[in-house]
Nanobody, 124 residues
Framework: QVQLVESGGGLVQAGGSLRLSCAASGRTFSSYNMGWFRQAPGKEREFVAAISWSGGSTYYADSVKGRFTISRDNAKNTVYLQMNSLKPEDTAVYYC?????????????????WGQGTQVTVSS
């Protein structure tokens, strides 16, 4: 099990950028594949991006491809989500999550551990 804490959310104008961080506790962070999800009011939790334990593989939702970048620093037990060219429809609570397998990496139900979320609001 790993404990996750997100930070970096806030209010930004459309076209702006934010970088989210997810700090993990535990010495086994480098063995976990990590994902970012988001949930807007009244909507289901939605996959955003995933990164393999080594950082060598990444995977993105079509809606964010080319605008968002997921990365990780295993020495700092942290995963990041760089968000550029933000749109009002990106407004949501963003969550990071951890799991052991790389399969079905876009499925929220496949992740074992979750952070508490950080709010991102993009104004038009």
């Amino acid at each position: 099990q790993v404990q996750l804490v997100e930070s970096g959310g806030g209010l930004v104008q459309a076209g702006g950028s934010l970088r989210l961080s997810c700090a993990a506790s535990g010495r086994t962070f480098s063995s976990y594949n990590m994902g970012w999800f988001r949930q807007a009011p009244g909507k289901e939790r939605e996959f955003v991006a995933a990164i393999s334990w080594s950082g060598g593989s990444t995977y993105y939702a079509d809606s964010v491809k080319g605008r968002f970048t997921i990365s990780r620093d295993n020495a700092k037990n942290t995963v990041y989500l760089q968000m550029n060219s933000l749109k009002p429809e990106d407004t949501a609570v963003y969550y990071c999550a951890a799991r052991s397998s790389w399969l079905r990496r876009n499925r929220a139900e496949e992740y074992d551990d979750w952070g508490q979320g950080t709010q991102v609001t993009v104004s038009s």
